[in-house]
């Protein structure tokens, strides 16, 4: 074996033990352990999984919408006291490359999480992961106008359900039809709240779940600057929503996500049945004479949206929509 002084000055080694030119120098002779077609280890606070995401993510580290989702988590994280969710959004920040002072504190124009400290200081059995139930009137008019809901009145015969994630807690809204015929706001609200299931698993199944993961991803990758007027702006995908009697409906799902600022963002969920029959509600499946329903909602013209993007007709590897999706998922 070729020893170290011979290695480093570059000199041909007789590889005896000792070597000649170490005899004859009078230094030491060490054998080489060469490295040559081995891979470097990392850093010890890197795993594999950290060190094949970090070469695959190429997305800038103000990215608002991902930073965004890194500062909701770390709320969430202190308002349940999930370690799993903390440790969730500081793999995303490393993986980005944003620092703690960039998330937490004054950043992108937005003011710091100064009130964190009410958060962190209040013991778990006090806090409140949820609240009231959402109301029209509190949805900003650029959400409305992006998914034509400005008039709630007309709204309410179709399945809608919205979220708004303000500080670490979640409010929903939903529709009458949607309450009716899918599941209620009472439900939807203390699955929230106690944390066992996705509020999603009430109503989607596992591909329905995955298309809605593709969707939240999508819409995160429109969002990669700073909110301005017109940033709000609708996707739509083929899917499948579960009614209340378990019947599994073909739908068009309609996703648009605001955000306010970088503590207040809003989800917008709308299910529109493609099926050219009326469907029957479940509720009056169970009468003597059971009408047909929302057959408005086989009318919903998509010329009443604005272009939407088709979140199907996206490839699924290699672009920025499938880095963000691996982030979502922390794969």
């Not at 030491?28 to 280890?41: W, Y």
């Not at 409010?171 to 015929?181: G, H, I, K, P």
């Not at 209620?184 to 329905?208: H, M, P, R, Y």
Request: aromatic share 6%.
């Amino acid at each position: 074996m070729v020893c170290v002084g011979c290695h480093e000055a570059k000199r041909k080694c007789d590889k005896n033990t000792p070597c000649s030119r170490c005899a004859k120098l009078g230094i030491p002779c060490v054998p080489h352990l060469s490295q040559q077609g081995k891979r470097k280890r990392g850093s010890p606070d890197e795993t594999p999984e950290d060190v094949t995401i970090l070469r695959q993510v190429s997305l800038p580290k103000d990215h608002y919408g991902l930073c965004h989702l890194i500062r909701s988590w770390i709320s969430i994280a202190f308002v349940r006291r999930s370690f799993h969710l903390l440790n969730k959004a500081t793999t995303m920040a490393n993986q980005l490359g944003v620092t703690m002072d960039e998330i937490m504190c004054r950043s992108m124009t937005q003011q710091g999480m100064h009130w964190m400290g009410t958060i962190v200081a209040t013991p778990q059995a006090e806090q409140v992961a949820g609240g009231p139930r959402l109301q029209w009137n509190e949805l900003p008019e650029s959400l409305l106008v992006a998914t034509r809901t400005l008039h709630s009145v007309d709204c309410e015969a179709r399945w809608i359900w919205i979220r708004e994630l303000s500080q670490g807690r979640s409010r929903y809204l939903v529709t009458q039809a949607f309450e009716r015929d899918i599941t209620t706001w009472a439900l939807i609200q203390s699955t929230w709240n106690e944390n066992k299931i996705s509020v999603v698993d009430l109503f989607l199944d596992g591909a329905g779940r995955e298309k809605h993961a593709k969707s939240v991803a999508h819409q995160y990758s429109l969002h990669a600057k700073p909110p301005s007027p017109h940033s709000a702006r609708c996707s739509r995908q083929r899917s499948q929503v579960k009614l209340r009697n378990g019947e599994m409906i073909p739908v068009e799902e309609v996703s648009c996500m605001d955000f306010v600022h970088m503590d207040l963002s809003y989800h917008f969920v709308e299910y529109v049945p493609v099926c050219v029959q009326p469907i029957l509600s479940p509720a009056r499946m169970q009468s003597s004479q059971p009408q047909p329903f929302f057959q408005e909602l086989s009318k919903v013209m998509w010329d009443d949206y604005p272009l939407m993007v088709n979140v199907d007709d996206i490839p699924a590897e290699g672009n920025e929509l499938d880095q963000i999706l691996q982030l979502l998922n922390g794969t």
